[in-house]
């Protein structure tokens, strides 16, 4: 019954459904190849800027069997995601499911985003990690401490 590139030709696959929601702010700009996959749900705020094929996902690929492809094993590890106001993600950026970005936030050049960011850093690396901090009071960018 049926075919489809998601559907196994012996019936070996996983069936789910999802209510995505995908909500963005105003003013959000993005430059070539901003994917986006939405299972669950993504909330982009306001004034978000995207650089070249950043992309962004709330669930991944099952892989609980390795002797059936992939891609009939169904979504895994849904969660939500947020990218707050004003930030910054940079080129080539990939966000994992589950994962909030705090408002202002830059996220550096081919970074993978796996856990939360705080809010006013700047993150950079696979796995991403802090290596800057916004100092309010003095008004700089510091590294974080050893």
Same mark, same amino acid.
């Given at each position: 019954?049926?075919?489809?590139?998601?559907?196994?030709?012996?019936?070996?696959?996983?069936?789910?459904?999802?209510?995505?929601?995908?909500?963005?702010?105003?003013?959000?700009?993005? $430059?070539?190849?901003?994917? @986006?996959? +939405?299972?669950?749900?993504? #909330?982009?705020?306001? =004034? &978000?800027?995207?650089?070249?094929? *950043?992309?962004?996902?709330?669930?991944?690929?099952?892989?609980?069997?390795?002797?059936?492809?992939?891609?009939?094993?169904?979504?895994?590890?849904?969660?939500?995601?947020?990218?707050?106001?004003?930030?910054?993600?940079?080129?080539?950026?990939?966000?994992?499911?589950?994962? $909030?970005?705090?408002?202002? @936030?830059? +996220?550096?050049?081919?970074? #993978?985003?796996?856990? =939360? &960011?705080?809010?006013?850093?700047? *993150?950079?690396?696979?796995?991403?990690?802090?290596?800057?901090?916004?100092?309010?009071?003095?008004?700089?960018?510091?590294?974080?401490?050893?």
């Amino acid at each position: 019954p049926g075919g489809g590139w998601l559907h196994h030709p012996d019936g070996k696959h996983v069936t789910q459904t999802f209510e995505p929601t995908l909500t963005l702010g105003d003013r959000v700009t993005a $430059t070539a190849s901003l994917q @986006v996959t +939405v299972f669950d749900s993504v #909330v982009i705020e306001e =004034d &978000v800027m995207f650089a070249a094929n *950043v992309f962004i996902a709330d669930g991944t690929h099952a892989f609980v069997d390795a002797d059936i492809p992939y891609k009939f094993q169904g979504m895994a590890e849904v969660a939500p995601v947020r990218i707050g106001r004003g930030s910054w993600l940079g080129t080539n950026v990939v966000v994992s499911p589950g994962v $909030t970005i705090g408002e202002m @936030v830059i +996220v550096g050049a081919n970074s #993978v985003v796996t856990r =939360d &960011v705080p809010a006013r850093s700047v *993150v950079a690396g696979n796995p991403a990690r802090v290596v800057k901090t916004w100092n309010a009071e003095h008004r700089v960018w510091e590294q974080p401490p050893s």
